[in-house]
């Protein structure tokens, strides 16, 4: 009967034991030892929108009409009289510091025709393209200019919401509505 009595004892005990860490441990055995977390809805009491101030970036194009004068290019006959004039000019030149008929020097005479022939045909060139008709339009001149301006961007919304009589304040990036979720934390009081 001892014995039995004994039995009855640890049975007992044993039952107790895996009574108490049933309850303890939860519904699926396991032991959070910081406490369980769970959710639940607040009661949104103000949304206040947040806002930042951007520089935003606008390339503009302007354009302005401006007068333009274009000279017609010079005539080519200017040049080519102008060059023959002065080939003229110069094989006289040429020939004028001669004195009688055999101290004649050809390389003198042709060298000054060269020359001449050359000043003639620019000074021919310049007088052709001073007298150029010059033609007056209107053309159009753009350029691209950075305008800066400010616009006010949405961040978030500051939330202020009440939860078993005390009031909380959280930042969140949507409009929460009338209510937001919590998250609760239980643990056993020490």
Known sequence: MQLFKQFIAGAAVAALVALSA????????YTDP?????YDFARVTEVTPVYTDIQVRN??????????AYREPA???????????????GNSLGRG?????????????????????????LVGNQISRANAP?????????????EFSTQRELVGYDVRYRYNGQVYLTRTDYHPGERIRVRVAVSPAP
Request: with cysteine; charged share 15%; net charge positive.
């Open 22 to 29: 049933t309850a303890k441990a939860g519904p699926n055995g």
């Open 34 to 38: 910081y406490g369980a977390d769970s």
């Open 59 to 68: 390339p503009r194009t302007y354009c302005r009409d401006e007068p333009v």
């Open 75 to 89: 005539s080519p006959a200017g040049t080519v009289v102008g060059g023959l004039i002065g080939a003229a000019v």
């Open 97 to 121: 510091g001669h004195h009688g008929r055999y101290h004649h020097h050809h390389g003198q005479r042709a060298g000054a025709t060269v020359a001449g022939a050359l000043v003639g045909a």
């Open 134 to 146: 010059t033609y007056y339009a209107t053309e159009s001149r753009c350029q691209v200019v950075d």
